[in-house]
């Protein structure tokens, strides 16, 4: 694919967390109208492309039983086209894994291991995460990105969130985004 999506990055790191699985509130979100506004227009643009690709770097400090903290990074690439195939790549340090839908089957590649495994699994997107998930206990990252709603699966376990003004993204030349935070169920 030649066309790059410079999805906000604040948007899909913050908003799209997921904890557990828990029980809806009776109440909604208390989500800034802007910052809803702005997910909404990302999402339903999200939606609505058939096909795009995502490179994400995830860094995380992680304090070692010894004591010192240290910083792990992981890359991520997520190629999606709608309705029925997806191929996302994970990796950290020496390990990862890669996953691929053609709408006929699910291919898993467990790197550490340097094993794979396929099933079959007819249909869409969503169908073909919702077999990971279920039958396999695998949860897919940046899976809110390729999901049919993406704003659904956003804020499926958002509690609260706002909207903190422009910034520009990386190196992306991007000079308007919107960064949301929001505190997960």
């Known amino acids: 694919m030649n066309r790059k999506l410079f999805f906000p990055a604040g948007i899909v790191v913050l908003l799209c967390a997921r904890v557990g699985a828990q029980a809806p509130p009776a109440t909604q979100p208390a989500v800034d109208p802007v910052a809803d506004q702005i997910l909404r227009q990302c999402c339903d643009f999200l939606a609505k492309t058939p096909a795009f690709a995502v490179h994400a770097e995830v860094w995380k400090d992680e304090v070692l039983p010894s004591g010192p903290k240290i910083q792990v990074t992981r ?8 309705p029925d195939h997806f191929h996302i790549d994970a990796r950290a340090h020496h390990k990862g894994r890669a996953i691929w839908y053609d709408g006929k089957t699910i291919t898993v590649l467990e790197r550490l291991r340097n094993l794979y495994s396929t099933v079959e699994a007819p249909g869409n997107i969503d169908e073909a995460l919702d077999t990971l998930a279920m039958k396999f206990g695998i949860t897919v990252q940046l899976e809110d990105l390729a999901v049919s709603d993406p704003y659904a699966s956003c804020m499926k376990n958002v ?9 520009s993204t990386g190196d992306t030349g991007t000079s308007r985004s919107a960064p949301i935070s929001a505190m997960p169920r």
């Open 159 to 167: 509690r609260a969130g706002g909207y903190f003004g422009e910034a």
């Open 75 to 82: 890359s991520i690439e997520l190629d999606v086209r709608r």
